[in-house]
């Protein structure tokens, strides 16, 4: 089935989608995953079912994936989410779990072409961070705001949906011309290694960030319990933890008594929507926190030299993860007004985001991305991947949602207003926190049971030992799948072999086996 021009067309808005800053600084969260875009182009394409499962697929190989430094090299999960599903959709295979296999190891080989469209943007967005300084340098604040979101998302609108239309609209005709030649244990082999073996090294991956502590028994307690009873844990247990969790963050936020100013809202919306919007090499977010604190400047400075100097001390380098990081933007907006008043120096605001920065970043990184979306992934996953689940496999995309939004939203807010009435001393109370630190320790433990879970899902690595005797060929089966698991994990931690190469070596051996009959 070709992809139509409009078809193509909503795709690339996909793709921008996946990447743009209007969706409240949750995009990275919802549309940027494979399990959400995967259904998405399912339902543009017609086939919502196989694209969620190759979505599915795909998102299990970037459970481990994190932004700071990535374990699949230079690969984007949006488009590889995007382009595989469109790939696994259209492709000229009648069997569903070899054109899912299929579209998982095009879709990560063509998701490493996103690292050069975001090369080309943070290089075109050095020339807008250029416009926002002569902004600053003069103390227009609106135009600072302006060119943070409207050229910014424009130019973003301009590189992602040409790019991911273009490869939607192209390689699937492309593909199924070559499909049409190759012989059939091509495709099984592809199909195994896409559908199975790349999904046990996605487990593998994400067990490097959960194998702390308890994380190892509960993983085994996980797939124990899932091999021997078949139940949806990922509608249980994790999606309670998580609850608790957001209602202790949101009693810690915002109180009902307290008010906070118009500047103050607004800065946090310009922070939560815009932080990436114009992310330069140059700057990375400065030109977003600078945009964010714009309008407060604006109001605190009457003065256009006292203006543009406050306006220029935020350009300067800044990079935090977003959402445990906006308690340093609540700062910065806090010291403002004490240095308006003449209560702090202009020094000591950029110590204090110097100092601070690195801190909170790391932070943010190891538990939004290490631990909590893990988990969540992992909670719903194998309502997706379940043949027998009590629930439709969608619900799991639903599930999903409905759990991460309220989160990252609770913690973002809830950081920001900690910092603008606390300054310096909710930033120490955020790395200190014994409340914090409990919470944390709770996730790594949910997400190696949901992983262990995830990992005993029999369509995840597609084994499919048969001895006659149901117990026995459950428990072989569930031996097997362990057996990948761990192997993937060996050369993943202990010798630290790149996750492409195994991918490599995982596709030649299914190859091979598929060449010899074995499969």
């Known amino acids: 089935m070709p992809v139509s021009l409009p078809q193509a067309l909503l795709i690339g808005l996909l793709y921008f989608a996946a990447n743009t800053s209007f969706l409240g600084g949750l995009g990275y969260f919802t549309t940027w995953r494979p399990l959400v875009n995967g259904l998405l182009v399912g339902i543009v394409l017609g086939d919502p079912e196989r694209g969620l499962m190759t979505g599915a697929l795909i998102n299990i190989l970037y459970l481990g994936y994190m932004s700071v430094g990535g374990t699949l090299g230079t690969g984007d999960a949006a488009l590889a989410g995007i382009l595989g599903s469109t790939v696994a959709i259209t492709a000229a295979v009648p069997d569903s779990a070899q054109a899912a296999g299929l579209g998982v190891l095009v879709g990560v080989l063509l998701g490493n072409l996103g690292f050069a469209l975001l090369s080309l943007r943070m290089s075109l967005d050095n020339r807008i961070v250029r416009r926002i300084e002569q902004c600053a340098d003069r103390g227009n604040s609106r135009a600072v705001v302006w060119w943070n979101i409207v050229p910014a998302q424009a130019l973003l609108l301009a590189i992602t949906l040409p790019a991911a239309g273009i490869l939607a609209y192209v390689v699937p005709p492309l593909l199924n011309a070559i499909l049409v030649m190759a012989p059939s244990f091509l495709l099984r082999g592809l199909g195994l290694a896409g559908s199975s073996l790349a999904a046990a090294l996605g487990i593998a991956l994400a067990m490097k960030f959960v194998f702390t502590g308890r994380g190892v028994p509960a993983f085994l307690v996980g797939f124990a319990l899932y091999t021997l009873t078949q139940a949806d844990f990922g509608i249980l247990m994790p999606a309670a933890l998580i609850l608790l969790a957001a209602r202790e963050l949101a009693a810690a936020r915002i109180r009902p008594k307290e008010i906070y ?139 999903y949602l409905a759990l991460i939004c309220p989160l990252m939203l609770a913690i ?101 086996a598929a060449a010899m009959g074995l499969v």
């Open 412 to 512: 973002s807010s809830g950081a920001f207003f900690a910092g603008y009435r606390k300054g310096r001393d909710a930033v120490v109370a955020i790395l200190s926190s014994p409340m914090l630190k409990r919470w944390i320790a709770v996730a790594e433990t949910a997400g190696a049971f949901m992983l262990g879970v995830l990992a005993a899902t029999r369509t995840v690595t597609g084994l499919t030992i048969s001895t006659g005797n149901s117990p026995a060929s459950l428990l072989l089966n569930a031996a097997g799948q362990l057996t990948i698991v761990m192997l993937c994990y060996l050369l993943v931690k202990p010798l630290n072999i790149k996750p492409s190469y195994i991918l490599i070596g995982a596709v030649v051996i299914s190859l091979v």
């Open 261 to 399: 100013g118009r500047s103050s809202w607004l800065a946090f919306i310009l922070w939560q929507f815009f932080s990436h919007s114009s992310y330069s090499f140059e700057r990375l977010q400065g030109s977003g926190l600078a945009a964010a604190l714009a309008p407060a400047i604006g109001r605190l400075y009457p003065d256009v030299q006292e203006r543009a100097q406050a306006l220029q001390r935020h350009l300067a380098f800044f990079n935090v993860e977003p959402n445990w990081g906006s308690v340093l933007t609540g700062t910065m907006l806090k010291l403002e007004k004490e240095h308006a008043m003449g209560r702090t120096s202009a020094e000591s605001i950029i110590e204090t985001r110097q100092v601070l920065m690195g801190a909170i970043s790391g932070f943010g990184d190891s538990v939004s991305q290490g631990a909590l979306l893990p988990l969540v992934l992992s909670t719903a996953l194998p309502v997706v991947m379940q043949p027998h689940g009590l629930v439709p496999p969608a619900a799991g995309v639903l599930i």
